[in-house]
């Protein structure tokens, strides 16, 4: 093998560029009030050219510091030690080691500024307890592309090395005849746009509504002080139910539309142009419009995998896949890579190829109907405190639209509290941890038995007497918790602990 | 390769039970160092509540907040001594469970193969108490971490030794 990369080397000369207006964009956005404070007001020529002045002093003091972190920022390949290192800092100096069989992913990623310059940035992510990541931000197409190769084949080698299953598993699960591809088309990104982010309409108007009341209010106690007379006075005025319904439905249909196309938006600036794609050993998925990024996953890294639907979506054959990969962070959302849009059909794809063995049907759990009461006494605790806050705040004559609102709350709690507890289930199947929650967003959260970390049984004093206990599955990628459950599960809590200890395939 | 594989049923009623397992309790010493740390913080208020009855006025303040502090005080020693009592660690021939908590009773288990490093470590109270805390470190993140305090250094050492022993067993 040619030993690439093995000498320190500089990132790509348009790396200066980088740095520099990555920088600058730093500074300009933390005095940015300040910048347009000055436009605004305009100043004196005397004092205009003092700052003129030092806005170019600083720049040519940017520039230079630029360089000298473009010229210190070196990396290469140690392959007598097996690493990768790393060499940054324009004060200090700042070395960082990476041994190859810490490596987890290489990937491409591209803000709209590096790629108007025209360079990639490679980010290498690490597992381990001191797991940071770590990117070249300027690369040429060329040099990252050949990086990322042998980066890769490193990881890999390095890992076969020490564990031959590896490659049995890669035998079993991946036929090259079975390599597909999906794309997401426009039309699915609008499906997507108009289904996925149902609530985030919602959460718009409530939090709309409260801003612009309390600005409302506060305006109205400076102006005078008969405030409850106003009230009562505007209430009177707008009083007929007809105008006030139809005030009220104009404002809420108009938000929640408004919510639907800032959601459309952004679904469109993050997943535009989707593409997933199965190679003979790994999930292939590029996407976003801003910035676009590569991501290469193997399934020997995935830890839990999620598919998420709502009934529209279920309607319309649109599931999201989220994964998640190995993570010192107990933080999901972060390494967490999302793939929505996808078919049935492809859900199932995407499963065969990730997953080792096959899901068979296990034995399946339901919670305690104790949960169900905890709910409602956990969501009973708001409307307790609004009560309370109410009665001293609230002025008498709006007493019935606050009983009125508590009557439509509890309605509405009490059913969906119930469906939540029933909509929650855990299987335990010969090799997997399956788990369902959620009434609108459904979501199925699989953990492959073999890739559990550790198991967490607790159990509050309360519930001692009637033998129920929270179960936690602990896997490199996020928990999984399940509430309030027999003591029936602890059999299957046995018979994972025994899939872990008797497995001997790497689980990252 | 595929002539060593054997997929024979299991029968799930046979396998060992971590239920049954019997939790060696940790160092009366941890109690004891919990209490002095306890002991101290509850000197310092009461301190603070003398020095604040020079400069109040108000009847039965101070007579109030000792009672509370008391109270308070007591309530953490009673909780200690429970979570003394509670707390235990039991090795197994492939995994660790550590329990602990009183009201919230939390059992914790991780098999060996699934260990990334482990550590012991003192604090200076430690020291001077002559007892260790065994740190196990899994890449499940903190949740399923654990800390096992108030263990002889020398025990400490040996159950690292041990579980290290089993480490390197399964890597070959």
């Known amino acids: 093998m040619n030993k690439a990369f093995s000498k320190p080397q500089i990132q790509s000369k348009l790396g200066v560029i980088l740095i520099f207006l990555s920088q600058l964009y730093k500074f300009v956005r933390a005095f940015g009030a300040a910048l347009v404070y000055f436009l605004i007001k305009g100043i004196s020529g005397e004092i205009l050219n003092k700052v003129l002045l030092g806005a170019g002093v600083f720049i040519v003091l940017l520039l230079i510091y630029s360089i000298v972190a473009f010229l210190r920022f070196k990396f290469h390949i140690n392959y007598t030690n097996s690493e990768f290192v790393l060499q940054k800092g324009v004060f200090s100096t700042e070395r960082l080691t990476i041994p190859f069989n810490k490596i987890q992913q290489v990937y491409f990623k591209r803000s709209l500024l590096q790629r108007v310059i025209g360079v990639y940035s490679l980010v290498l992510d690490t597992a381990g307890s001191s797991g940071k990541e770590i990117s070249i931000k300027a690369l040429r197409e060329n040099d990252a592309k050949s990086l990322q190769q042998v980066l890769m084949q490193v990881a890999n080698v390095d890992s076969e090395d020490t564990r031959g299953n590896d490659v049995q598993i890669k035998e079993f699960i991946s036929n090259p005849s079975n390599a597909w591809e999906h794309r997401l088309s426009p039309l699915t990104l609008l499906k997507l746009g108009l289904t996925s982010n149902y609530f985030r309409g919602v959460w718009l108007i409530l939090i709309f509504v409260i801003s612009v009341y309390q600005q409302l209010s506060d305006f109205d106690f400076l102006q005078n002080e008969g405030y409850t007379d106003n009230v009562r006075g505007y209430l009177e005025v707008y009083s007929r139910p007809i105008e006030l319904f139809a005030l009220t439905a104009i404002v809420f249909i108009s938000i929640f539309f408004l919510g639907l196309l800032i959601s459309c938006i952004e679904i469109f600036i993050k997943y535009f142009d989707l593409k997933l794609q199965q190679t003979s050993d790994s999930l292939d998925l590029e996407m976003g419009l801003k910035t676009n990024t590569k991501t290469s996953l193997k399934p020997r890294r995935v830890q839990l995998l999620r598919v998420i639907t709502n009934p529209i979506q279920k309607r319309l054959n649109l599931h999201e896949i989220q994964i998640a990969i190995a993570s010192s962070q107990n933080d999901l959302t972060k390494t967490k890579i999302r793939i929505p849009g996808l078919e049935r059909i492809q859900v199932e794809k995407v499963k065969k190829f990730l997953f080792t063995y096959k899901v068979k049907p296990g034995y399946i759990f339901t919670p305690a109907v104790y949960l169900y009461f905890r709910l409602i006494v956990l969501a009973g605790l708001p409307l307790l405190l609004t009560g309370v806050v109410a009665s001293f705040i609230v002025p008498n004559y709006l007493i019935e639209v606050t009983s009125i609102l508590s009557i439509i709350y509890v309605a509405l709690v009490i059913p969906y509290q119930y469906f939540w507890y029933r909509a929650l289930s855990l299987e335990i199947t010969p090799e997997f941890v399956i788990m369902k929650k959620g009434v609108w967003n459904q979501k199925t959260e699989i953990i492959e038995l073999f890739k559990l970390q550790a198991v967490t049984v607790n159990q509050p004093i309360w519930y001692k007497k009637r033998n129920l206990y929270n179960y936690t599955f602990h896997t490199a990628g996020g928990d999984l918790t399940f509430p309030l459950t027999s003591h029936q599960v602890q059999k299957q809590i046995n018979y994972a602990l025994f899939r872990v200890e008797i497995d001997h395939q790497p689980w990252m | ?172």
């Open chain 2, 1 to 172: 390769m595929e002539n060593q594989f054997t997929n024979a049923p299991v029968d799930i009623d046979s396998l060992p039970e971590y239920q049954e397992m019997t939790y060696t309790p940790v160092s009366i010493k941890r109690m004891y160092k919990v209490f002095l740390v306890l002991g101290i913080i509850s000197l310092l208020m009461f301190v603070g509540l003398y020095l604040l009855r020079e400069v109040t006025e108000v009847r039965g303040l101070i007579l109030g907040l000792s009672i509370v502090v008391i109270l308070i005080i007591g309530l953490l020693y009673f909780f200690q001594f429970m979570f003394q009592k509670n707390m235990g660690y039991a090795l197994r021939e492939h995994d660790i469970a550590f329990k602990r908590g009183f009201l919230f009773e939390k059992i914790t288990i991780i098999p060996f193969n699934r260990i990334q490093h482990i550590s012991t470590s003192e604090s200076m109270l430690d020291k001077f108490f002559k007892i260790s805390n065994l740190n196990i470190f899994t890449a499940g993140g903190s949740g399923s971490d654990i800390d096992i305090p108030g263990l002889s250094p020398e025990l400490a050492a040996k159950l690292k030794n041990k579980v290290a022993n089993h480490l390197s067993d399964i890597d070959e």
